[in-house]
């Protein structure tokens, strides 16, 4: 273990200022500064006031990692930060801060893909991930269906979202609820008391012509907002537990069914689940039974490593490190629309 690489990772792309610190695929530290509770009056995430956020936590963060790590700035012998995709500003104070480390260290850098990062930290709990796997992450900017060769140079998008994001859809159906923000793990809770099956819910690009792999959740969140208006205005009670228990079935049943279809039409017999959804306890349930049935093995992270975290990019720098890939250069920018098949900004 002595002999593989310590790789510091920075992860800024949205309202968290995550710092990790990992030696091979040991994790050692998992430092995160949150300002989720300074966008909850707004309802979503500010760009501007996250940016400050990192400006404002990036030292101690990183501080507090390397005190977990029991290290010094002196034993990291590479840096990786999130080059994108994400918030444009957010994105720069990451990878400013992971520049002017590198260079103050005389040490490589690495920018590498936020999306990729979800797929790789994996490895940190479960070993080595087998190739190729299926991926379906899912988060608040992303639903995506990946088939995964290769994480640091081959990731092949089968499917994504063609308009909000499955974590997009649970903030916006707990503000129609009145549940607050973030939606997601409220919506988890509330569902607990509910009846899964109350609501007929639509469930979105499931169609025998439409595209088996991508995803749509808008007219699901549209939907839950007229059944919960017509209550309303017929003066009726609105039952919050069995509306986000229906509603989350519908998400998590086109979710579960379209990664296993993916990984049996190509070939695969593991599926990694990835992003701060998939720390919902249904999700985990239901891709597990289907995956037991499909005889597919299910591999997901513990619900703090499926949020955003620098621990995720420290482990796919490593893993860039071990794989001899070439550095990035100095040059590299914060790159809010960067490609999930780019898995490291090189230039």
């Not at 002595?2 to 920075?10: F, H, N, S, T």
């Not at 002196?74 to 520049?99: E, N, Q, R, W």
């Not at 499931?206 to 595209?211: M, V, Y």
């Not at 005889?295 to 420290?314: E, F, K, Q, S």
Request: hydrophobic residues 45%.
């Amino acid at each position: 273990m002595a002999d593989e690489p310590l790789v510091l990772g920075i992860e800024t792309s949205c309202d968290e200022t995550g710092i990790g610190i990992v030696r091979g695929t040991t994790l050692l530290a998992d430092a995160v500064a949150s300002s989720v509770d300074e966008h909850a009056r707004f309802g979503g995430v500010v760009p501007e006031v996250a940016s400050r956020a990192h400006l404002e936590a990036m030292v101690p963060t990183v501080r507090r990692a390397l005190a977990d790590a029991g290290v010094t700035m002196g034993d990291i012998d590479a840096i990786a930060v999130t080059s994108g995709p994400g918030l444009a500003g957010a994105l720069l104070v990451g990878v400013a801060a992971a520049k002017g480390y590198a260079v103050a260290l005389d040490k490589p850098l690495y920018g590498v893909n936020h999306l990729a990062s979800h797929v790789c930290v994996d490895q940190l709990e479960h070993g080595r991930l087998p190739e190729p796997c299926m991926a379906l992450l899912v988060s608040g900017g992303h639903s995506s269906l990946l088939l995964v060769p290769d994480i640091t140079s081959d990731v092949r998008p089968l499917g994504s979202t063609i308009d909000d994001a499955a974590g997009e859809a649970f903030d916006k159906v707990a503000r129609v609820l009145g549940l607050g923000f973030p939606g997601g793990p409220v919506i988890d809770r509330w569902a607990r008391e509910g009846d899964r099956a109350a609501i007929a819910f639509p469930r979105g690009l499931t169609g025998p012509r439409d595209a088996p792999f991508d995803f749509s959740f808008s007219g699901l969140k549209t939907s839950v907002a007229r059944w919960v208006e017509a209550r309303q205005r017929a003066g009726e009670s609105v039952p919050v537990a069995d509306v986000a228990a229906s509603f989350q079935e519908a998400v998590v049943d086109v979710l579960t069914r379209k990664a296993i279809r993916a990984c049996k039409e190509n070939g695969v017999e593991h599926l990694m689940m990835g992003g701060g959804v998939s720390a919902n306890t249904r999700l985990r349930a239901l891709a597990r039974e289907r995956c037991d049935a499909a005889g597919i093995v299910l591999r997901v992270p513990r619900p703090g490593l499926c949020t955003d975290n620098g621990a995720m990019v420290a482990a796919l720098g490593a893993e860039m490190v071990a794989r001899g890939r070439a550095p990035s250069t100095l040059s590299i920018p914060a790159d809010s629309s960067m490609p999930v098949t780019v898995s490291q900004a090189v230039s």
